[in-house]
C-alpha cells in the first residue's frame, strides 16, 4: 500500500504523520507540497495537522483552495482512501468533501489533553481493529475542533453511518459533560457516504497516537 | 474601485466569542445587551474595475474564499 | 536635519557622559539615525552596561560546552555527533503593555535565538510571574498572556512542554514572561553570528519592515509609570505563520553550505543584528536601506534602523551562492534582498536614496558599551526560623487542603492544557512533572527540561537564593533519571541603579556562580531584564533559571507518581524543618518572614549523584524532589498522579510540622518495590546519603500517624479547582 501526505506551508504534523504511517506500513509516505498539481499513485492520502496559512481568514480555506487539494479531492471521489486529521479535517470541510465545518471550541482556548471516544459506526477500509461501541483514548490538540452541522446534515450523519467518533467518558458515556469544545452531538470524526474520507477532530500526537495507529493499522492494508 | 466585505456567523451558528464579548459587557454594567454576533471585515482595493464587474466578482471571491457559506452570511458594499 | 537637543539626547535614553563618549567617538555631533543607534545599542538590554561586570564572573565551561554565552544561544555535546542549543529570554514589559502580543513575540525571539544557530526547536518553556491573584489586572494578563504563547508556539509546531507560574503582589505592576527554547542541531553543522569575506553579500530575509516596536530596546530599559499604558503603539505583532516558513527556509539554506554568518534581528532590529555580525567578525558593512523589503511607505532610515518588525534575519552568504538562497526563501513565500556587502574599512556606512545616512565605527561603538560597576549594598539575611520556633496547626488535614489550594502550589493545569506539549511526538514527559522530557527524534537519548527559581527566597537572601534556584533545576533534571549539563539564566531585576537592587543582582550572581561550579553545572546563555519597577517599587529579585539535562537511555525516565499499592516510601536527604520563607508560613500563618533554606551544596550533589544512580539500577520506581510546601505537599502531589495513596509512620524527633512542611534543600521523595528496600538502603550508606524509610502507598488517600487522614479525592478537588475559579470567577 502506497501513502501521500500533503504538506501546507505551515503544517505542522507532517512529520508526525509520516513517522505514524513509516511506523504502520513499513515504508515511508511519499510528501507532497501543497503548490503541486499532481499526487504520485497513492491508495492513501493523509491530510495532517497544523496550521496551514497560519490559520488566517478560516482555518483550512487558504489550504482546501490549493493547487493539490484539487487533485486530492479528485482521487477521493473516485474512491482513493483520504484521512484527514485535526487541521487537515477543516480542510477537508472546506473543500466540500465533507460536510458540516469545524468552529472555535467553545471555551475559547486550545486544547491539549487526552480524550475518550466512542467509536460510533463500524467501517470497511478505516478502524479496522475497532468495533462500534468500543471507547478509545486519542490526545487532542485543537482550537478549531467544534464541529457544526446543520440539522438536515445531522439528520444525515446518523441516518447513514457517518459518525465516526463522539467525545465520551471512558464507559462511552455520550453527553454534555464530556463534550470538550462544544461539537454538535459530541462529533469528534466523520466519513463521508462512501466511508473512504475519514475526518477526525481528535488528532492526537506522539505516542499515543502512533501507539494509536499501530491499533488502527487496518487502515492502511 | 474598493469593496467592503463584511462576514458574520449565520442565525443558529453558536458564536463563542460575541458570547464572551456578551459576558463582558454585562460585566462592565452594559446590561441593555441582549445579544452579541462578531464577525470581520475585509477590504478590497479592485484597482480599475467597472462598477457593474466588481459586484459579481467579489461575489466569486465570497463564495470561493472568503466566506464559508456553510456556516457564514456575507454582505458587500461597494465603496467609489 | 534635525538638530540634535539635549532633549532628543535624554530621550534617547543616554545620559550626559554617555553622550560625550558619542561626540569622541564619532568626533562631531551624531545626527538623528546615529544617534538612535548610538541609543539601542548601548541601552541596558543590548549593552548589559550594568550588569556585565558579574555575569563575567559565571562559570561558562565544561568538557561538553561547544558554545557558551555571547551567541544567539548557548550549545552543548549530547553525543553521537548531536547538541542541544539553548537560551531563555525575557519579554516582561512587552507583555505587560500588550499581553497576548508579548507574550507570543516573546515566544518567538526565543525560537529565532535558537533556529539561527542552524537548531530545529523541539520544546518550549516557560517561566511566568503574576501578580496577586486578586490583583484587579492579573487575570486579564494570565489570560493574554497564555494565550499568546500558546497561539504562537502551537501554530510553530513545537511543543510547549511545561514551565512554572507565580503569584505575588511584588509582580503587580510589571509581571515577568521568560520564555526557553530548546532546540537539536548536528554538532558540526552550527551557525555563529561572525561576519567574514570582504565583499561577501548581507541578505534580509523574512518579514517585510514596518514602524512597529521602534524602541522596544530602550522601553525594555525603562521604569513604568502610570502613564506606561500609552505606550501600547510600539508593541510588536507577533506572525507565527511567517515564522514557522522562516524556520523552514533557513533549515533547508542550513543545509546547504552557502552561509557564512546568520543573525537573528530581535531587540533593536537592523542596527543591533548589523553590528554585531561586523563587530563580531572585526570587519565593516555596508548597507543600501533602499533595498530593504518594506511594508510602508516613507519610512526614514531611523525608522528602518530601530523597527523592531518580527520573524527577519540578516545573513552573510558565500558569494555567487544568492540565487540559490533566493529560490529557498522565494519557495517559502518569504522577502530576500540582498541589502549591503562585507566591507574592510571596519565602519558602518548605510546609504538611502544617494545619500549617506549614518557613518559609524563599527569597534569603538560595539566596545566602547558603557560598562557600570554600580554601588551595591549586600542584602543582610535574616536569622533562621525553625519548626521549634513556628506553633504547631492543630489540624494537618485542613493546612494539607489549604496549602494543596494555596496560589503556589494549585495545579497549573489550566495553562499547560493550552499549550500544544505533544506536537513533534517527542514528548516522553508531560507537563506537571518535575521536569519535562522530550526524547531526541530517532534515537534512544531524550533531553530532560525545566526552569525554576523561588524568587522569595532571593528576596530574604540574594546569595542563598541564587545558589538555590540553580540547584533546584539541578534537582528537578535529576528527579527524572537525567544527567544535569548546563543552565540558561534570565536575570530579572528592579532598577539597578539603586544600591539594594544592585546588591540583590551581586548577591543572586554570587550564589548562582556557587553553585554552578559545586554540581558542575555552568551557565550556556542568558539574557538580562532590569528596571522591572513601577513607581519606586521592585520586583522579588527572580533569576529565573532553565536547565537541560541528558538522559541517555530514554526507557530509564524516571516519573512522579506512585507506581502501585505496598510499594515503600523513602525520603532521601534530612530534614531539620526550615520554615522560613516556606508556603507554610505564608499560607497558615501570614507571614514571610526568616531566611530562606540553607543550601548546601554538597548535600546537594551527593542526594542527588544518589538518586540517579538508583535510578539507572531501576530499582527506583518514582521520584520526587520537595521544594515549596514540603514533604506532604510533594507526597501528595505524587499520590495525585498515579491516583494512589500513602500511608506514613513518622518517628521524628522534630515536630511533625517541620517534617512535613519545612522546605529543607537536598531532598527526594523515592518509592520502591518492597524487595529492593535493603538494596537501597546499602546504596544509601555507601554513599553516606540520609535516607528514611517513612510509610507504604495504598488506600485511595493519606494517612500519617493517627494525626492525618484525607482522601485524594478531597486533595485533588482542591488542587485542580483553584486556577479555573480563578480565571472564571465574575469580574
Same mark, same amino acid.
Given at each position: 500500500?502506497?501513502?501521500?501526505?500533503?504538506?501546507?506551508?505551515?503544517?505542522?504534523?507532517?512529520?508526525?504523520?509520516?513517522?505514524?504511517?513509516?511506523?504502520?506500513?513499513?515504508?515511508?509516505?511519499? @510528501?507532497?507540497?501543497?503548490?503541486?498539481?499532481?499526487?504520485?499513485?497513492?491508495?492513501?492520502?493523509?491530510? *495532517?495537522?497544523?496550521?496551514?496559512?497560519?490559520?488566517?481568514?478560516?482555518?483550512? #480555506?487558504?489550504?482546501?483552495?490549493?493547487?493539490?487539494?484539487?487533485?486530492?479531492?479528485?482521487?477521493?471521489?473516485?474512491?482513493?482512501?483520504?484521512?484527514?486529521?485535526?487541521?487537515?479535517?477543516?480542510?477537508?470541510?472546506?473543500?466540500?468533501?465533507?460536510?458540516?465545518?469545524?468552529?472555535?471550541?467553545?471555551?475559547?482556548?486550545?486544547?491539549?489533553?487526552?480524550?475518550?471516544?466512542?467509536?460510533?459506526?463500524?467501517?470497511?477500509?478505516?478502524?479496522?481493529?475497532? +468495533?462500534?461501541?468500543?471507547?478509545?483514548?486519542?490526545?487532542?490538540?485543537?482550537?478549531?475542533?467544534?464541529?457544526?452541522?446543520?440539522?438536515?446534515?445531522?439528520?444525515?450523519?446518523?441516518?447513514?453511518?457517518?459518525?465516526?467518533?463522539?467525545?465520551?467518558?471512558?464507559?462511552?458515556?455520550?453527553?454534555?459533560?464530556?463534550?470538550?469544545?462544544?461539537?454538535?452531538?459530541?462529533?469528534?470524526?466523520?466519513?463521508?457516504?462512501?466511508?473512504?474520507?475519514?475526518?477526525?477532530?481528535?488528532?492526537?500526537?506522539?505516542?499515543?497516537?502512533?501507539?494509536?495507529?499501530?491499533?488502527?493499522?487496518?487502515?492502511?492494508? | 474601485?474598493?469593496?467592503?466585505?463584511?462576514?458574520?456567523?449565520?442565525?443558529?451558528?453558536?458564536?463563542?466569542?460575541?458570547?464572551?464579548?456578551?459576558?463582558?459587557?454585562?460585566?462592565?454594567?452594559?446590561?441593555?445587551?441582549?445579544?452579541?454576533?462578531?464577525?470581520?471585515?475585509?477590504?478590497?482595493?479592485?484597482?480599475?474595475?467597472?462598477?457593474?464587474?466588481?459586484?459579481?466578482?467579489?461575489?466569486?471571491?465570497?463564495?470561493?474564499?472568503?466566506?464559508?457559506?456553510?456556516?457564514?452570511?456575507?454582505?458587500?458594499?461597494?465603496?467609489? | 536635519?534635525?538638530?540634535?537637543?539635549?532633549?532628543?539626547?535624554?530621550?534617547?535614553?543616554?545620559?550626559?557622559?554617555?553622550?560625550?563618549?558619542?561626540? &569622541?567617538?564619532?568626533?562631531?555631533?551624531?545626527?538623528?539615525?546615529?544617534?538612535?543607534?548610538?541609543?539601542?545599542?548601548?541601552?541596558?538590554?543590548?549593552?548589559?552596561?550594568?550588569?556585565?561586570?558579574?555575569?563575567?564572573?559565571?562559570?561558562?565551561?565544561?568538557?561538553?560546552?561547544?558554545?557558551?554565552?555571547?551567541?544567539?544561544?548557548?550549545?552543548?555535546?549530547?553525543?553521537?555527533?548531536?547538541?542541544?542549543?539553548?537560551?531563555?529570554?525575557?519579554?516582561?514589559?512587552?507583555?505587560?503593555?500588550?499581553?497576548?502580543?508579548?507574550?507570543?513575540?516573546?515566544?518567538?525571539?526565543?525560537?529565532?535565538?535558537?533556529?539561527?544557530?542552524?537548531?530545529?526547536?523541539?520544546?518550549?518553556?516557560?517561566?511566568?510571574?503574576?501578580?496577586?491573584?486578586?490583583?484587579?489586572?492579573?487575570?486579564?494578563?494570565?489570560?493574554?498572556?497564555?494565550?499568546?504563547?500558546?497561539?504562537?508556539?502551537?501554530?510553530?509546531?513545537? *511543543?510547549?512542554?511545561?514551565?512554572?507560574?507565580?503569584?505575588?503582589?511584588?509582580?503587580?505592576?510589571?509581571?515577568?514572561?521568560?520564555?526557553?527554547?530548546?532546540?537539536?542541531?548536528?554538532?558540526?553543522?552550527?551557525?555563529?553570528?561572525?561576519?567574514?569575506?570582504?565583499?561577501?553579500?548581507?541578505?534580509?530575509?523574512?518579514?517585510?519592515?514596518?514602524?512597529?516596536?521602534?524602541?522596544?530596546?530602550?522601553?525594555?530599559?525603562?521604569?513604568?509609570?502610570?502613564?506606561?499604558?500609552?505606550?501600547?503603539?510600539?508593541?510588536?505583532?507577533?506572525?507565527?505563520?511567517?515564522?514557522?516558513?522562516?524556520?523552514?527556509?533557513?533549515?533547508?539554506? %542550513?543545509?546547504?553550505?552557502?552561509?557564512?554568518?546568520?543573525?537573528?534581528?530581535? #531587540?533593536?532590529? =537592523?542596527?543591533?543584528?548589523?553590528?554585531?555580525?561586523?563587530?563580531?567578525?572585526?570587519?565593516?558593512?555596508?548597507?543600501?536601506?533602499?533595498?530593504?523589503? @518594506?511594508?510602508?511607505?516613507?519610512?526614514?532610515?531611523?525608522?528602518?534602523?530601530?523597527?523592531?518588525?518580527?520573524?527577519?534575519?540578516? @545573513?552573510?552568504?558565500?558569494?555567487?551562492?544568492?540565487?540559490?538562497?533566493?529560490?529557498?526563501?522565494?519557495?517559502?513565500?518569504?522577502?530576500?534582498?540582498?541589502?549591503?556587502?562585507?566591507?574592510?574599512?571596519?565602519?558602518?556606512?548605510?546609504?538611502?536614496?544617494?545619500?549617506?545616512?549614518?557613518?559609524?565605527?563599527?569597534?569603538?561603538?560595539?566596545?566602547?558599551?558603557?560598562?557600570?560597576?554600580?554601588?551595591?549594598?549586600?542584602?543582610?539575611?535574616?536569622?533562621? =526560623?525553625?519548626?521549634?520556633?513556628?506553633?504547631?496547626?492543630?489540624?494537618?488535614?485542613?493546612?494539607?487542603?489549604?496549602?494543596?489550594?494555596?496560589?503556589?502550589?494549585?495545579?497549573?493545569?489550566?495553562?499547560?492544557?493550552?499549550?500544544?506539549?505533544?506536537?513533534?511526538?517527542?514528548?516522553?514527559?508531560?507537563?506537571?512533572?518535575?521536569?519535562?522530557?522530550?526524547?531526541?527524534?530517532?534515537?534512544?537519548?531524550?533531553?530532560?527540561?525545566?526552569?525554576?527559581?523561588?524568587?522569595?527566597?532571593?528576596?530574604?537572601?540574594? &546569595?542563598?537564593?541564587?545558589?538555590? #534556584?540553580?540547584?533546584?533545576?539541578?534537582?528537578?533534571?535529576?528527579?527524572?533519571?537525567?544527567?544535569?549539563?548546563?543552565?540558561?539564566?534570565?536575570?530579572?531585576?528592579?532598577?539597578?541603579?539603586?544600591?539594594?537592587? %544592585?546588591?540583590?543582582?551581586?548577591?543572586?550572581?554570587?550564589?548562582?556562580?556557587?553553585?554552578?561550579?559545586?554540581?558542575?553545572? *555552568?551557565?550556556?546563555?542568558?539574557?538580562?531584564?532590569?528596571?522591572?519597577?513601577?513607581?519606586? +517599587?521592585?520586583?522579588?529579585?527572580?533569576?529565573?533559571?532553565?536547565?537541560?539535562?541528558?538522559?541517555?537511555?530514554?526507557?530509564?525516565?524516571?516519573?512522579?507518581?506512585? &507506581?502501585?499499592?505496598?510499594?515503600?516510601?523513602?525520603?532521601?536527604?534530612?530534614?531539620?524543618?526550615?520554615?522560613?520563607?516556606?508556603?507554610?508560613?505564608?499560607?497558615?500563618?501570614?507571614?514571610?518572614?526568616?531566611?530562606?533554606?540553607?543550601?548546601?551544596?554538597?548535600?546537594?550533589?551527593?542526594?542527588?549523584?544518589?538518586?540517579?544512580?538508583?535510578?539507572?539500577?531501576?530499582?527506583?520506581? #518514582?521520584?520526587?524532589?520537595?521544594?515549596?510546601?514540603?514533604?506532604?505537599?510533594?507526597?501528595?502531589?505524587?499520590?495525585?498522579?498515579?491516583?494512589?495513596?500513602?500511608?506514613?509512620?513518622?518517628?521524628?524527633?522534630?515536630?511533625?510540622?517541620?517534617?512535613?512542611?519545612?522546605?529543607?534543600?537536598?531532598?527526594?521523595?523515592?518509592?520502591?518495590?518492597?524487595?529492593?528496600?535493603?538494596?537501597?538502603?546499602?546504596?544509601?550508606? &555507601?554513599?553516606?546519603?540520609?535516607?528514611?524509610?517513612?510509610?507504604?502507598?495504598?488506600?485511595?488517600?493519606?494517612?500519617?500517624?493517627?494525626?492525618?487522614?484525607?482522601?485524594?479525592?478531597?486533595?485533588?478537588?482542591?488542587?485542580?479547582?483553584?486556577?479555573?475559579?480563578? %480565571?472564571?470567577?465574575?469580574?
Amino acid at each position: 500500500m502506497k501513502a501521500a501526505v500533503i504538506v501546507f506551508p505551515g503544517s505542522n504534523c507532517d512529520r508526525d504523520m509520516k513517522v505514524a504511517i513509516e511506523q504502520s506500513l513499513g515504508h515511508a509516505p511519499s @510528501m507532497v507540497w501543497h503548490a503541486d498539481t499532481e499526487l504520485p499513485p497513492t491508495d492513501l492520502i493523509a491530510i *495532517p495537522g497544523g496550521f496551514s496559512y497560519g490559520d488566517y481568514l478560516r482555518c483550512g #480555506a487558504i489550504a482546501g483552495n490549493s493547487p493539490i487539494m484539487r487533485e486530492v479531492v479528485k482521487k477521493a471521489s473516485q474512491g482513493t482512501l483520504v484521512l484527514a486529521v485535526c487541521n487537515g479535517f477543516q480542510v477537508a470541510t472546506e473543500t466540500g468533501m465533507l460536510p458540516g465545518a469545524l468552529l472555535r471550541n467553545a471555551n475559547q482556548k486550545f486544547i491539549c489533553k487526552d480524550v475518550d471516544l466512542k467509536v460510533v459506526s463500524d467501517n470497511k477500509y478505516f478502524a479496522g481493529s475497532f +468495533t462500534k461501541g468500543d471507547t478509545v483514548r486519542f490526545p487532542v490538540a485543537h482550537h478549531d475542533g467544534n464541529y457544526f452541522a446543520d440539522e438536515e446534515t445531522r439528520k444525515r450523519l446518523h441516518g447513514e453511518g457517518m459518525i465516526a467518533f463522539q467525545y465520551a467518558d471512558a464507559d462511552g458515556n455520550v453527553n454534555a459533560e464530556t463534550n470538550i469544545n462544544g461539537s454538535v452531538d459530541n462529533i469528534a470524526g466523520i466519513y463521508n457516504e462512501k466511508g473512504n474520507i475519514l475526518a477526525d477532530a481528535a488528532s492526537g500526537t506522539p505516542d499515543k497516537r502512533r501507539a494509536g495507529w499501530h491499533g488502527r493499522q487496518s487502515v492502511f492494508r | 474601485m474598493k469593496a467592503r466585505v463584511t462576514i458574520s456567523l449565520k442565525n443558529g451558528v453558536l458564536d463563542p466569542q460575541g458570547k464572551a464579548i456578551e459576558h463582558a459587557l454585562h460585566g462592565l454594567g452594559f446590561d441593555g445587551v441582549n445579544d452579541v454576533r462578531q464577525g470581520k471585515i475585509i477590504e478590497l482595493d479592485l484597482g480599475d474595475i467597472a462598477k457593474e464587474n466588481a459586484a459579481s466578482e467579489v461575489e466569486r471571491m465570497c463564495t470561493q474564499l472568503l466566506a464559508n457559506t456553510v456556516i457564514e452570511n456575507y454582505s458587500i458594499e461597494l465603496l467609489d | 536635519m534635525t538638530e540634535i537637543t539635549k532633549e532628543i539626547v535624554a530621550e534617547h535614553g543616554l545620559s550626559e557622559s554617555e553622550y560625550e563618549e558619542v561626540l &569622541k567617538i564619532l568626533g562631531r555631533e551624531p545626527n538623528l539615525t546615529e544617534l538612535g543607534i548610538f541609543s539601542v545599542m548601548w541601552s541596558e538590554h543590548c549593552s548589559y552596561k550594568s550588569s556585565k561586570k558579574w555575569l563575567k564572573t559565571l562559570p561558562t565551561e565544561a568538557p561538553w560546552v561547544i558554545c557558551g554565552p555571547g551567541e544567539n544561544a548557548g550549545v552543548v555535546d549530547i553525543g553521537d555527533g548531536q547538541a542541544a542549543i539553548f537560551k531563555m529570554e525575557s519579554h516582561n514589559h512587552p507583555s505587560y503593555i500588550e499581553p497576548y502580543q508579548g507574550a507570543a513575540t516573546g515566544v518567538g525571539g526565543i525560537m529565532r535565538d535558537v533556529f539561527t544557530m542552524g537548531a530545529r526547536p523541539i520544546a518550549n518553556m516557560n517561566a511566568l510571574r503574576f501578580g496577586h491573584p486578586d490583583h484587579p489586572k492579573t487575570r486579564h494578563l494570565v489570560s493574554g498572556v497564555v494565550a499568546g504563547i500558546s497561539g504562537y508556539g502551537n501554530c510553530m509546531g513545537v *511543543p510547549t512542554v511545561g514551565g512554572e507560574t507565580n503569584f505575588h503582589e511584588s509582580y503587580d505592576g510589571n509581571i515577568l514572561v521568560n520564555a526557553m527554547t530548546v532546540g537539536l542541531a548536528d554538532a558540526d553543522n552550527i551557525f555563529y553570528s561572525a561576519a567574514a569575506g570582504i565583499g561577501n553579500p548581507v541578505v534580509y530575509v523574512g518579514s517585510k519592515t514596518g514602524r512597529d516596536g521602534i524602541h522596544g530596546a530602550t522601553m525594555a530599559s525603562a521604569e513604568f509609570d502610570d502613564d506606561s499604558e500609552e505606550k501600547r503603539p510600539t508593541v510588536q505583532v507577533g506572525d507565527p505563520f511567517t515564522e514557522k516558513l522562516l524556520l523552514e527556509a533557513c533549515l533547508e539554506l %542550513m543545509a546547504t553550505d552557502a552561509i557564512v554568518a546568520i543573525q537573528d534581528m530581535g #531587540a533593536a532590529g =537592523l542596527t543591533s543584528s548589523s553590528f554585531e555580525m561586523a563587530d563580531k567578525g572585526g570587519v565593516g558593512i555596508q548597507l543600501d536601506l533602499d533595498q530593504v523589503p @518594506m511594508r510602508e511607505v516613507g519610512m526614514t532610515p531611523y525608522e528602518i534602523m530601530l523597527s523592531e518588525s518580527q520573524e527577519r534575519m540578516l @545573513m552573510i552568504l558565500k558569494p555567487g551562492r544568492e540565487e540559490e538562497a533566493k529560490a529557498i526563501f522565494h519557495k517559502w513565500e518569504l522577502d530576500f534582498a540582498v541589502i549591503g556587502k562585507v566591507t574592510d574599512t571596519g565602519r558602518m556606512v548605510l546609504t538611502m536614496k544617494g545619500e549617506v545616512a549614518a557613518d559609524l565605527p563599527v569597534a569603538p561603538l560595539a566596545d566602547a558599551a558603557p560598562e557600570y560597576d554600580r554601588p551595591w549594598v549586600k542584602t543582610n539575611p535574616p536569622a533562621p =526560623l525553625m519548626s521549634k520556633d513556628v506553633k504547631a496547626p492543630e489540624d494537618l488535614k485542613e493546612v494539607l487542603v489549604k496549602l494543596m489550594g494555596s496560589p503556589a502550589i494549585a495545579s497549573r493545569r489550566w495553562i499547560w492544557e493550552q499549550y500544544d506539549h505533544m506536537v513533534m511526538g517527542d514528548t516522553i514527559q508531560r507537563p506537571g512533572g518535575d521536569a519535562a522530557v522530550v526524547r531526541v527524534h530517532g534515537t534512544q537519548k531524550a533531553l530532560a527540561i525545566t526552569t525554576d527559581c523561588t524568587p522569595r527566597y532571593c528576596f530574604a537572601d540574594p &546569595k542563598s537564593g541564587g545558589a538555590q #534556584a540553580v540547584a533546584e533545576t539541578w534537582r528537578n533534571l535529576t528527579a527524572t533519571g537525567a544527567k544535569p549539563l548546563a543552565i540558561t539564566d534570565c536575570m530579572n531585576f528592579g532598577n539597578p541603579e539603586r544600591p539594594e537592587i %544592585m546588591g540583590q543582582f551581586v548577591g543572586c550572581i554570587e550564589g548562582m556562580r556557587e553553585a554552578c561550579l559545586e554540581l558542575d553545572y *555552568p551557565v550556556i546563555s542568558g539574557n538580562v531584564s532590569l528596571y522591572n519597577e513601577t513607581n519606586g +517599587t521592585g520586583i522579588f529579585p527572580t533569576p529565573a533559571i532553565g536547565g537541560v539535562g541528558l538522559l541517555k537511555d530514554a526507557s530509564q525516565m524516571m516519573t512522579l507518581a506512585f &507506581k502501585g499499592e505496598g510499594q515503600s516510601i523513602f525520603v532521601v536527604g534530612e530534614t531539620r524543618g526550615e520554615m522560613g520563607q516556606s508556603i507554610y508560613l505564608k499560607e497558615i500563618e501570614g507571614r514571610e518572614e526568616g531566611a530562606p533554606p540553607a543550601v548546601n551544596l554538597a548535600e546537594e550533589r551527593k542526594n542527588g549523584d544518589f538518586v540517579r544512580s538508583i535510578i539507572e539500577q531501576r530499582v527506583a520506581t #518514582a521520584v520526587h524532589d520537595i521544594s515549596d510546601g514540603g514533604f506532604l505537599v510533594a507526597l501528595s502531589e505524587m499520590a495525585l498522579a498515579g491516583n494512589v495513596g500513602a500511608e506514613i509512620t513518622l518517628l521524628t524527633d522534630n515536630e511533625l510540622h517541620g517534617f512535613c512542611f519545612g522546605e529543607d534543600q537536598a531532598r527526594y521523595i523515592v518509592t520502591s518495590n518492597s524487595q529492593d528496600v535493603e538494596k537501597i538502603t546499602n546504596e544509601a550508606k &555507601k554513599a553516606d546519603v540520609s535516607l528514611q524509610l517513612v510509610g507504604t502507598t495504598g488506600h485511595n488517600g493519606l494517612k500519617i500517624n493517627d494525626v492525618l487522614s484525607i482522601s485524594l479525592e478531597e486533595i485533588k478537588e482542591v488542587h485542580s479547582n483553584w486556577l479555573p475559579n480563578l %480565571m472564571s470567577a465574575p469580574k
